[in-house]
């Protein structure tokens, strides 16, 4: 196991994928990732070609302890690079883990952040509860703006929670002994409830809308707009699994990405960053809604522009879950 992570080292201070030091070694890429999961070890004339393509001495490959040796010059100075222990990856693990549930719960309260308006309009439109439209409007304008200030606070806290743990997010560290192969179970556990996690979050988001279609067939404004609060719902806790899944599985790819872990640029984007472009979301869609009803004295058909906002909104929270390497 010391030789495995040896070479990993190397090859990562070297920046070299797997394929790349299978190409200069002439071997294959399945005999390379066999030395670094210990499954196998090479032999002397091997460890001597290791030797000379990474610039150490065969003493340090061959001892059976870790020391410190000569980085390569493509790679940043090690006094630039934080060790991460097994403690510390293991803390990063359950850090990550409670902030994909919370992150999750936060892109929930948004898209329920505009059901209690919907209702609210729906039962003043029919008649129901005695209420009037203003005191719906009023109403619902201040839950939704309760829901997205509480997701919001939870972005914030869940970003100053990350903030010890800054050089993992950043790429700028290096792997103890251990570290790799601990990552690699806790991820092969993990695999089959990320797969479903993210195939029930698509179909939720995909046929959200259907509540919605179905409720066209019937006159009653109350019934369609509490089957678009069930549409936002349902495409809500669909994003909310994705997101879940999304963060957890990321938290495991950070310890096991190929290449040379380096020190990402000081212009990195602040995790803040993301909440306040959510709650910029919500205020622009409130904004628009404003705008069509009172200019347009469209209030009987303005509303549509709440499930449409809630269905971009699970959309982008979808593809940035997908493509984002980092999350907060």
């Given at each position: 196991?010391?030789?495995?992570?040896?070479?990993i080292?190397?090859?990562?201070?070297?920046?070299?994928?797997?394929?790349?030091?299978?190409e200069k070694m002439?071997?294959?890429?399945?005999?390379?990732?066999?030395?670094e999961?210990?499954?196998s070890?090479?032999?002397?004339?091997?460890?001597l070609?290791l030797?000379?393509i990474?610039?150490?001495?065969?003493?340090?490959?061959?001892k059976?302890e870790?020391?410190?040796?000569?980085p390569?010059?493509?790679?940043?100075?090690?006094?630039e690079?934080?060790?991460?222990?097994?403690?510390?990856a293991?803390?990063?693990?359950?850090?990550?883990?409670l902030?994909?549930?919370?992150?999750?719960?936060?892109?929930?309260?948004c898209?329920?952040?505009?059901?209690?308006?919907?209702?609210?309009?729906?039962?003043?439109?029919?008649?129901?509860?005695?209420?009037?439209?203003?005191?719906?409007?009023?109403?619902?304008?201040?839950?939704?703006?309760l829901?997205?200030?509480?997701?919001?606070?939870?972005?914030?806290?869940?970003?100053?929670?990350?903030s010890?743990y800054?050089h993992?997010?950043?790429?700028?560290?290096?792997?103890?002994y251990?570290?790799?192969?601990?990552?690699?179970?806790?991820?092969?556990?993990?695999?089959?409830?990320?797969?479903?996690?993210?195939?029930?979050?698509?179909?939720?988001?995909?046929?959200?809308?259907?509540p919605?279609?179905?409720?066209?067939?019937?006159?009653?404004t109350?019934?369609?707009?509490a089957?678009?609060?069930?549409?936002?719902?349902?495409?809500?806790?669909?994003?909310?699994?994705?997101i879940?899944?999304?963060?957890?599985?990321?938290?495991?790819?950070?310890?096991?990405?190929?290449?040379c872990?380096?020190?990402?640029?000081?212009?990195e984007?602040?995790?803040?960053?993301?909440a306040a472009?959510?709650?910029?979301?919500?205020?622009?869609?409130?904004?628009?809604?404003?705008?069509w009803?009172?200019a347009?004295?469209a209030?009987?058909?303005s509303?549509?522009?709440?499930?449409?906002?809630?269905?971009?909104?699970?959309?982008?929270e979808?593809?940035?879950a997908l493509?984002?390497?980092?999350?907060?």
């Amino acid at each position: 196991m010391i030789l495995a992570d040896k070479i990993i080292r190397l090859r990562k201070r070297n920046g070299w994928s797997q394929e790349e030091l299978a190409e200069k070694m002439n071997v294959s890429r399945q005999s390379v990732s066999k030395w670094e999961s210990a499954q196998s070890v090479p032999d002397l004339a091997r460890i001597l070609q290791l030797s000379a393509i990474f610039g150490v001495t065969t003493d340090y490959l061959l001892k059976d302890e870790l020391e410190a040796e000569v980085p390569s010059p493509d790679c940043p100075d090690s006094s630039e690079v934080r060790h991460v222990s097994l403690e510390e990856a293991n803390a990063y693990l359950a850090v990550r883990k409670l902030s994909a549930k919370q992150i999750a719960f936060a892109t929930f309260l948004c898209s329920l952040s505009p059901v209690c308006l919907f209702l609210l309009i729906g039962a003043s439109e029919d008649g129901l509860w005695n209420i009037s439209e203003n005191f719906a409007v009023a109403v619902g304008m201040c839950a939704m703006f309760l829901f997205a200030g509480a997701a919001a606070v939870i972005y914030i806290y869940m970003g100053f929670r990350n903030s010890p743990y800054s050089h993992i997010s950043q790429n700028a560290y290096e792997l103890d002994y251990g570290v790799t192969g601990m990552v690699g179970e806790r991820q092969k556990a993990y695999r089959n409830t990320y797969v479903k996690s993210f195939v029930i979050g698509i179909f939720a988001v995909s046929v959200s809308p259907i509540p919605v279609f179905l409720a066209l067939m019937s006159e009653n404004t109350f019934l369609c707009t509490a089957m678009l609060s069930l549409m936002t719902a349902i495409a809500g806790a669909g994003a909310a699994l994705i997101i879940n899944a999304g963060i957890r599985w990321s938290s495991f790819r950070k310890f096991l990405s190929e290449g040379c872990c380096v020190p990402a640029p000081q212009e990195e984007k602040k995790p803040s960053s993301k909440a306040a472009f959510r709650k910029l979301y919500w205020l622009t869609a409130t904004a628009a809604y404003f705008i069509w009803s009172v200019a347009g004295n469209a209030w009987e058909t303005s509303w549509v522009i709440w499930p449409a906002a809630a269905l971009v909104f699970a959309a982008a929270e979808c593809v940035y879950a997908l493509l984002a390497k980092k999350t907060e």
